[in-house]
């Protein structure tokens, strides 16, 4: 399961233990990919946070590799589920494939 994870801090809770939590980021993502949890990540231009694709068993694995970041208490987050997309082709064959046909 993909998922892409929106997150910015808070700027209203800033003080110095949000910049050493913002400092721990890095290694804090580096045990993820190192789980191979961890698909991507990327800075969003002018946001303080970032965009992240997590790919994960479960929803509760999502929750807790979220719940061990150190900005979790931070940070808002906006989780999107993600799927893979389709081609036109692949959407009509699995239509068709799953019309009923009619009794005569």
């Not at 929803?59 to 719940?67: I, P, Q, S, V």
């Not at 893979?84 to 009509?92: N, Y």
Request: overall charge negative; hydrophobic content about 40%.
């Amino acid at each position: 399961m993909k998922f892409l994870v929106m997150w910015e801090l808070d700027l209203a809770r800033l003080s110095t233990g949000v910049m050493h939590a913002v400092m721990r980021m890095p290694e804090y993502a580096q045990d993820v990919v190192d789980q191979g949890k961890l698909e991507a990540r990327y800075h969003v231009v002018g946001k303080h946070g970032g965009a992240w694709i997590y790919d994960v068993t479960s929803n509760e694995e999502l929750e807790r590799l979220l719940a061990m970041a150190p900005v979790y208490n931070f940070a808002r987050y906006d989780v999107y589920p993600l799927a893979e997309m389709e081609t036109p082709a692949d959407v009509l064959r699995s239509s068709d494939e799953q019309e009923v046909p009619e009794k005569s």
